[in-house]
C-alpha cells in the first residue's frame, strides 16, 4: 500500500501557450504520480511501532528490498531498535511522521562489540536523505551513567565500523531530533564525504535529558565530519553539548556551520585544517565548565595534516552564565592563514578568561610549531572577560601579520596582551 500524495499546485495561466501549459501540467502529474507510487508506508509491511518488539531487522529487510528513489514513511509511533541498521542502497530517502521515534533498546553494547563507533543508522551509500525521523539513544536508559561508554551512535556516515569506510556524497539529514545522546549524534566518522547538509535539527544530550549537575569527558560530538567538501550545517539545536557541539576535521572544503543555537558543557565549533570555512550567525552559551566557545586549529597529532585557509568567524553570540568557568570566548590556536574573526559579541557573567585568544601550537607528529599570517580581527565586542584579546606567539614561528581594529572592549582588567616565548 502506498502513501497518499499530495499534488496540489498553482499554475499561472496567462503566463505560457496553452499547448505548453498543457505540457507542463503532464510533466507535473507524471511526476507526482511516480513520486506516489515510490513512497512506502512501512507499516503496511508488516512493522508494528506500537508492540514493542524489536523492528529493526524489518526496517533492515524493507530497506534492502528498496529500489533507488525510493522513500520510506515511518507513520508516528515507537520503533524498538535493537541492532544497527545499515543504509546500502543509493538515492532513498527515510521520512517520519511526526512523532516517528527510533529507540534503543538498550540490549546490547555495540561500542565494545565492534570496538569502535557505530550507529543506530548507518548510511553506507550516497543520495540519501534522512528527514522528520526521532533517534533516541535512550543512554539515559541503559543502566549507565556519565563517565562510562556508550552503547551505540545516533545516525553515523560510511560505515567505518565494518572494517573498511566508504566515502559517500549527496547525503541530507533535516528536521530530525538526536535525542538522549552519548555516543555521536550524527558524524561522518573516520571517512569523507562530499555535499553533506545538516539542516533544522534538534540534538538533545543525555546531560540535558538526565538533568546531571556535572558532565564528565566521556560523551561524544553532537555534529562531527572527518572530512569532505561541501559542507552545510545550518540552523540545528544542540542542548547540552558534551564533546564537541560542531566539529570540522582535517582536509575539509567549502564549510559553512551558521545560525545554530548550542548550549553547553565543553562543547566548542570546531574547526580544524579547512579552506574555505564559514562560522557566522551561531549562538552559544556555556551552562558548565569548558574551554573555548570557537576553536580554529589544526590537527596536531597526525603526521598528515593541513591548516586553515580562507576561514571567517562573523556575527556569533558567545555568553558564559554566571558561576560557569571557561579559558577563553574564541580560541585561534594554530589558526592558519587568511583568517578573519569580526563582529563577534561575547560575554561572561564572571569576570574571567580572555575574550580572543591567540597561540600558535606545537604539532607532536613533526614536533614543530605552527601558527600562519594576515589574521584579522576587527569590531568583536568583548565584555567582562579579564584579559580582552591575549597574543602568545613562540619565536619559533615566522611573525604574523595580524591586524586588530575597532575592538569594544568593556571592563576587562587589561584590553591587550602580548608575550613571545
Request: positive net charge; glycine residues 8%; aromatic residues 8%.
Amino acid at each position: 500500500m502506498k502513501r497518499k500524495y499530495n499534488c496540489m499546485y498553482k499554475f499561472s495561466f496567462c503566463s505560457l501557450p496553452v499547448c505548453a501549459l498543457a505540457a507542463l501540467v503532464a510533466i507535473f502529474f507524471q511526476t507526482c504520480y511516480a513520486q506516489k507510487l515510490s513512497e512506502t508506508d512501512v507499516t503496511t509491511l508488516g512493522i508494528n511501532p506500537h508492540d514493542n518488539i524489536d523492528d529493526s531487522k524489518a526496517i533492515q529487510d524493507i530497506i534492502n528490498k528498496a529500489k533507488p528513489g525510493a522513500t520510506l514513511f515511518f507513520p508516528k509511533g515507537v520503533y524498538t531498535i535493537d541492532s544497527p541498521i545499515n543504509i546500502m542502497i543509493s538515492n532513498i530517502t527515510l521520512r517520519g511522521e511526526d512523532s516517528a521515534i527510533f529507540r534503543f533498546a538498550n540490549k546490547t553494547d555495540y561500542y565494545a562489540l565492534y570496538k569502535t563507533r557505530v550507529g543506530m543508522l548507518n548510511i553506507c551509500s550516497s543520495n540519501v536523505t534522512i528527514d522528520r525521523l526521532f533517534i533516541d539513544q535512550n543512554f539515559t536508559g541503559s543502566g549507565r551513567k556519565d563517565g562510562d561508554d556508550a552503547l551505540i551512535a545516533g545516525i553515523m556516515i560510511g560505515c567505518s565500523y565494518k572494517g573498511r569506510a566508504v566515502k559517500v556524497s549527496n547525503i541530507t539529514v533535516s528536521n530530525c531530533t538526536v535525542y538522549n545522546y552519548y555516543g555521536d549524534g550524527i558524524s561522518v566518522f573516520h571517512s569523507s564525504i562530499d555535499h553533506f547538509r545538516v539542516l533544522n535539527d534538534t540534538l538533545i544530550s543525555a546531560y540535558a535529558v538526565g538533568k546531571w549537575t556535572h558532565a564528565k569527558d566521556k560523551g561524544e560530538q553532537a555534529i562531527n565530519v572527518h572530512s569532505g567538501d561541501s559542507i552545510a550545517i545550518l540552523n540545528n539545536v544542540i542542548r547540552g553539548a558534551l564533546d564537541d557541539a560542531i566539529a570540522i576535521h582535517n582536509k575539509s572544503k567549502n564549510v559553512i556551520i551558521a545560525r545554530n543555537d548550542i548550549t553547553t558543557t565543553a562543547g566548542r565549533i570546531l574547526m580544524n585544517g579547512t579552506q574555505n570555512g564559514t562560522i557566522t550567525e551561531n549562538k552559544i552559551t556555556y551552562i558548565e565548565d569548558g574551554g573555548s566557545a570557537i576553536w580554529i586549529t589544526f590537527d596536531w597529532t597526525d603526521l598528515i595534516f593541513t591548516l586553515n585557509e580562507n576561514v571567517s568567524v562573523t556575527n556569533n553570540h558567545i555568553y558564559v552564565q554566571k558561576g560557569v568557568k571557561v579559558f577563553s570566548g574564541i580560541r585561534l590556536f594554530g589558526p592558519g592563514n587568511n583568517i578573519t574573526i569580526a563582529n563577534n559579541t561575547m560575554e561572561t557573567e564572571d569576570k574571567q578568561g580572555i575574550g580572543i585568544e591567540i597561540r600558535d601550537r606545537m604539532q607532536q607528529a613533526v614536533k614543530k610549531k605552527f601558527f600562519g599570517d594576515n589574521i584579522i580581527i576587527k569590531n568583536n565586542e568583548i565584555k567582562n572577560f579579564s584579559l580582552g584579546i591575549g597574543r602568545n606567539i613562540s619565536k619559533q614561528v615566522k611573525p604574523p601579520k595580524i591586524t586588530m581594529t575597532d575592538n569594544n572592549i568593556i571592563n576587562a582588567d587589561n584590553k591587550y596582551e602580548d608575550k613571545q616565548q
